[in-house]
């Protein structure tokens, strides 16, 4: 059974650090792309990064480019988002799911999601 859990969330105050993981069971980075999403309360589910190693392509979001840096770790199926700068306007519930990887980061193309792990940032 295809799994993913996300962990790594907290609060932080507005201009620090966060790393964010991703452990995948069950499938390897060959089969699917992970991709990184958030919803913050009363808004829409926004595609935060991806990253393919079938295709070696990586992708971010508008809102967080420059700030936010996605890899991964093949030997232990595990992808990290690395953020950076954080805003209360990444004050969100992030999710990783397993799919394809493309520059519109849009959840249909994904077909597994993990639990969520929120990330608050105070101003």
């Known amino acids: 059974e295809v799994q993913l859990q996300a962990y790594g969330g907290g609060l932080v105050q507005a201009g620090g650090s966060l790393r964010l993981s991703c452990a995948a069971s069950?499938?390897?980075?060959?089969?699917?792309?992970i991709g990184w999403f958030r919803q913050a309360p009363g808004k829409e589910r926004e595609g935060v990064s991806c990253i393919s190693s079938i295709d070696g392509s990586i992708y971010y979001g508008d809102s967080v480019k420059g700030r936010f840096t996605i890899s991964s770790d093949n030997a232990k199926n595990t992808v990290y988002l690395q953020m950076n700068s954080l805003k209360p306007d990444d004050t969100a519930v992030y999710y990783c799911?397993?799919?394809?990887?493309?520059?519109?980061?849009?959840?249909?193309?994904?077909?597994?999601w993990g639990q969520g792990t929120l990330v608050t940032v105070s101003s």
């Open positions: 069950a499938f390897t980075f060959d089969d699917y792309a």
């Open positions: 799911a397993a799919g394809a990887c493309r520059r519109d980061i849009h959840d249909y193309l994904y077909d597994y």
